[in-house]
């Protein structure tokens, strides 16, 4: 059973950061927010603080940073050192406002095939440091599967992702629109981790970009997605995750209610079997 509240991720609102309020008054504890970490931009911590109020009457996970952050660099490297300094400032906020988890990506940048056996041995280094640093305000760090083949940044192709998983138990986060951006087995992927998945990112693309479109609004059939999701991870968190500040309104509203529907559903069903 999944009482989990449905999360949007707040990269959608971008500098309205008081929107969060909105989202909050409409749907009180039944929603959540995963904040997408980005301190890179100079308003972005006091629009944080501005809205801690709110925030704190909310489940909250936290997105770490994407833009200024790349976690297969070497320790040392200037770019492992501004990374590092973006996660710390996360870890801060992560702390007050309790997070749920961490989202962590293994790469950003494009992937050289020389180097690739080396961006993953680092990636798995600053993930050990990670989960030090959150394990210590009691938030598990979630790998999730990122890069699309299309832009050269896939540093795992699906079996090599689930292998790596399996192997180094990683909790994972499954983002959905990148797994349909790189024609991936969805249904085969989630029943390889199941046991390991915490959360998903759900949006949808064109089937090679990744575009972050409504859940019926590109090549995958979201519904059965959604049905395999609930069926096979009924305890997985279930976050929104769209970019484009011109979705925030009805569509998301409505999307927000079909991923509560699908859940809603699925805990009658399984209270009646």
Same mark, same amino acid.
């Given at each position: 059973?999944?009482?989990?509240?449905?999360?949007?991720?707040?990269?959608?609102?971008?500098?309205?950061?008081?929107?969060?309020?909105?989202?909050?008054?409409?749907?009180?504890?039944?929603?959540?927010?995963?904040?997408?970490?980005?301190?890179?931009?100079?308003?972005?911590?006091?629009?944080?603080?501005?809205?801690?109020?709110?925030?704190?009457?909310?489940?909250?996970?936290?997105?770490?940073?994407?833009?200024?952050?790349?976690?297969?660099?070497?320790?040392?490297?200037?770019?492992?050192?501004?990374?590092?300094?973006?996660?710390?400032?996360?870890?801060?906020?992560?702390?007050?406002?309790?997070?749920?988890?961490?989202?962590?990506?293994? *790469?950003?940048?494009?992937?050289?095939?020389?180097?690739?056996?080396?961006?993953?041995?680092?990636?798995?280094?600053?993930?050990?440091?990670?989960?030090?640093?959150?394990?210590?305000?009691?938030?598990?760090?979630?790998?999730?599967?990122?890069? +699309?083949?299309?832009?050269? *940044? !896939?540093?795992?192709?699906?079996?090599?992702? +689930?292998?790596?998983?399996?192997?180094?138990?990683?909790?994972?986060?499954?983002?959905?629109?990148?797994?349909?951006? *790189?024609?991936?087995?969805?249904?085969?992927?989630?029943?390889?981790?199941?046991?390991?998945?915490?959360?998903?990112?759900?949006? *949808?693309?064109?089937?090679?970009?990744?575009?972050?479109?409504?859940?019926?609004?590109?090549?995958?059939?979201?519904?059965?997605?959604?049905?395999?999701? !609930?069926?096979?991870?009924?305890?997985?968190?279930?976050?929104?995750?769209?970019?484009?500040?011109?979705?925030?309104?009805?569509?998301?509203?409505?999307?927000?209610?079909?991923?509560?529907?699908?859940?809603?559903?699925? +805990?009658?069903?399984?209270?009646?079997?």
């Amino acid at each position: 059973m999944n009482n989990n509240p449905v999360f949007i991720d707040t990269c959608l609102f971008k500098k309205s950061f008081s929107r969060v309020r909105d989202y909050s008054k409409a749907y009180g504890n039944r929603i959540g927010f995963e904040i997408l970490s980005m301190f890179d931009l100079p308003e972005f911590e006091q629009a944080l603080r501005d809205n801690l109020d709110v925030l704190q009457e909310h489940q909250i996970a936290f997105h770490g940073p994407v833009f200024c952050a790349e976690h297969s660099a070497a320790r040392g490297s200037a770019e492992y050192e501004e990374t590092m300094r973006h996660v710390r400032r996360t870890l801060q906020y992560a702390r007050i406002l309790h997070s749920r988890h961490f989202t962590m990506h293994l *790469n950003n940048c494009r992937v050289d095939p020389d180097k690739k056996d080396r961006m993953l041995h680092n990636a798995h280094e600053n993930y050990l440091e990670l989960c030090e640093l959150f394990g210590a305000v009691g938030c598990p760090v979630y790998i999730e599967n990122t890069g +699309t083949i299309l832009q050269k *940044n !896939m540093l795992l192709d699906q079996q090599e992702f +689930t292998d790596v998983c399996r192997d180094r138990r990683y909790e994972v986060l499954i983002d959905i629109g990148h797994a349909n951006a *790189n024609g991936w087995d969805i249904p085969r992927l989630i029943d390889d981790l199941g046991p390991q998945i915490r959360a998903y990112h759900l949006h *949808n693309n064109d089937g090679s970009h990744d575009q972050h479109h409504r859940l019926h609004d590109g090549t995958l059939d979201f519904t059965p997605v959604l049905r395999k999701i !609930m069926t096979s991870t009924p305890h997985a968190d279930l976050i929104i995750e769209y970019t484009n500040p011109k979705l925030d309104g009805p569509g998301l509203h409505e999307d927000i209610r079909e991923v509560m529907e699908h859940s809603k559903t699925f +805990t009658a069903n399984a209270g009646d079997g």
